[in-house]
């Protein structure tokens, strides 16, 4: 909702000039917010009122570029869109603004994203497609073709589903959510030939789809809406569907709810693990089992209850199961 008064506020900004300094700080500034506006109006503000040094990027102004994203309070922002009465309302009258990845500060709010657009290139984020060089119609895409997209095209490059992203963070192989969801995005367009080799790319331990953990930071991330783990499970779905899902132990884990679930109608956690890492790789996981058992958080196999719904649940499996994967049943 809007704010309908000018109101004094403080901002709390990460500055920080890899040339010359050792250590980022935070400087406060008093600024009186206009109803209506957004953050990009205050790093306006700031860098003409205050402080001319400071730096941030910003192009379009109206959320199409995706160069503003920042964090206000540690929620991934487009500065330009989103506004300060709407950020106050969640977090108080106390706004802290930092770059979306203080590891990579290159100055104040301006990171190097360079490892961002490297995996998004890696994924071929265009038509991979022989052309007719003199067509003599138009290559119409019917309106079914075009939803199998899912919005996918809507993304801005702003890199903030890829900054929040906790796999991201730890293994930094990961394509991570963008260039997941525009592999995605091309694999589901039906004037591309290139569906193989992008899945063969994210079908990877690593780098991979498998790595994701599933934790819906990119949605709640993403200024667009367009829902990048969305995309990276019609990317599982793709890679089954292709038969290229690989008898790994990340395929294995993703698979073996089944098993469990026509057993039992509930998920065995203890079989999931030991289907995945098989009867050796489990015993690594025994002191933590012992815990676990003794805190009632799991159970012993042989007293795993039986949904009372079983045979209904099992016909539901089977209708579900399109899966298609080598060396697993
Ligand atoms: S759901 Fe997956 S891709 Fe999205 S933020 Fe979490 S780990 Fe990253
Ligand atoms: S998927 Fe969304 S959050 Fe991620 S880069 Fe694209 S627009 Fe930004
Ligand atoms: S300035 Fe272009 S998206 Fe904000």
Redesign the pocket.
């Known amino acids: 909702m809007a704010n309908i008064e000018a109101k004094k506020m403080t901002f709390k900004v990460f500055r920080f000039n890899s040339e010359s300094d050792v250590l980022p700080h935070y400087k406060n500034y008093e600024i009186e917010v206009q109803p209506g506006e957004v953050i990009?109006d205050i790093l306006n503000r700031i860098k003409w009122e205050h402080d001319g040094s400071f730096s941030y990027r910003?192009?379009?102004?109206?959320?199409?570029?995706?160069?503003?994203a920042v964090k206000v309070n540690g929620k991934a922002t487009?500065?330009?869109?989103d506004r300060v009465s709407d950020l106050t309302e969640i977090f108080g009258d106390e706004l802290v603004i930092e770059p979306q990845d203080k590891k990579r500060v290159i100055k104040d709010m301006v990171i190097d994203k360079k490892d961002f657009w490297k995996k998004y290139d890696a994924v071929q984020p265009y038509l991979n497609s022989v052309i007719d060089e003199a067509p003599t119609a138009e290559n119409i895409v019917s309106i079914e073709d075009a939803e199998k997209i899912d919005e996918a095209d809507y993304c801005?490059q702003?890199g903030n589903c890829y900054y929040s992203c906790p796999a991201v963070n730890v293994n930094e192989d990961y394509l991570g959510p963008a260039a997941l969801a525009i592999a995605y995005r091309f694999n589901a367009d039906i004037r591309d030939d290139g569906k193989r080799e992008r899945l063969d790319t994210v079908n990877k331990i690593g780098p991979g789809i498998w790595d994701c953990v599933k934790c819906f930071e990119c949605a709640e991330a993403c200024p667009k809406e367009l829902d990048p783990i969305g995309k990276i499970t019609k990317l599982h779905q793709q890679v089954f569907e292709e038969g290229m899902a690989e008898n790994n132990v990340a395929v294995r884990h993703a698979v073996g709810f089944k098993p469990s679930i026509v057993k039992h109608g509930l998920l065995d956690e203890g079989e999931l693990v030991r289907y995945s890492e098989g009867n050796i790789g489990v015993l690594k996981h025994v002191p933590v089992a012992i815990k676990m058992l003794k805190k009632g958080k799991i159970i012993m196999p042989w007293n795993m209850p039986k949904s009372k719904n079983l045979d209904e649940i099992k016909k539901l499996v089977e209708i579900s199961s399109t899966a298609k994967f080598k060396g697993i049943k």
């Open positions: 990009l910003r192009s379009c102004r109206h959320g199409i570029c995706g160069s503003c487009l500065a330009c869109k801005i702003c």
